[in-house]
């Protein structure tokens, strides 16, 4: 079975770990997912199932957007609710203040990721060493905030809302804002929203070739070449200049690089999307 959709990952429930019971439901075994969530957090996740697994890294995924909780006075070593290890009580805010807090993240931002976080240190997890109380040293990382707005402010809680470019981590971003208040804070609740094209709808079925971030060229030449692997030549290319494109033919779909004159496959023979 060939399949994409977004799920609404439940909370605490790790993104992998939920993929079983998404092979239970749709009595596949080859499923995979995009973009890890936390098991904190909540919402649109990317999934597939059979060939299109194979697509994740052409899907138009970005930005994304995220709706967080920031508890004021709680402070954690992993930047969320998992590891609360004390709590104080802080004084209250003048709403102007978070907002202005909030808006001077929005733009290009460098940071360090979280510690409890998948980056990988020398073959291993950062978020495995942190746990086995390891010292963890992970690089900057820049991220672009393109847009971070108050919802509401209940005191100790800030609600708000960002949409920033891929690999954000909104755990770092609470931990910015907390620092530019000056008191100890952690992320209390995580959604995300949406993934650049992607948004939750009770996990119907998508066309994956209308959800691409590479575009259509046209091939001049015999299907056949296409889908049985044949050696290609630019020359049969409507758009004949370096990059990676989709090229459909009347069975299948493929993917395909031109680099220097040359033309390489990435995927071949990609089942169309028959909608159920």
Known sequence: MNRLFVVNKPIFRTSNGYMGYVKRKYKTKKVGFSGTLDPFATGCLIVAT??????????AKTPKTYRATLW???????????????IQKVPCFEEKTIKDALASLQGELSYYPPKFSAKRVDGKRAYALAREGKEVTLKSITSTIYSIKLLHYTHPFVHFE??????????SLGALLADILGVD???????????????????????PFTHLAIPLNYFNAE?????????????????????????????????VEIADKEVHYRLNRLAKFEET
Do not use: M, P, W
């Open 162 to 171: 960002a949409t920033v470019s891929e690999g954000t981590y909104i755990r």
């Open 223 to 255: 299907d056949e070449q296409i889908e049985l692997g044949k050696k290609l030549s630019v020359d049969d290319f409507e758009i004949q200049e370096d990059g990676t494109y989709l090229v459909e033919t009347s069975g299948f779909y493929s993917i």
């Open 72 to 86: 004021l006075g709680a402070n954690s070593c992993s930047l969320d609710i998992e590891n609360v290890d004390s």
């Open 185 to 207: 804070a952690t992320l209390s609740g995580l959604h995300r929203v949406h993934e650049g094209q992607f948004y939750y709808e009770d996990e119907k079925a998508l066309n």
């Open 50 to 59: 059979g060939q299109y697994t194979k697509l994740f890294q052409y899907l």
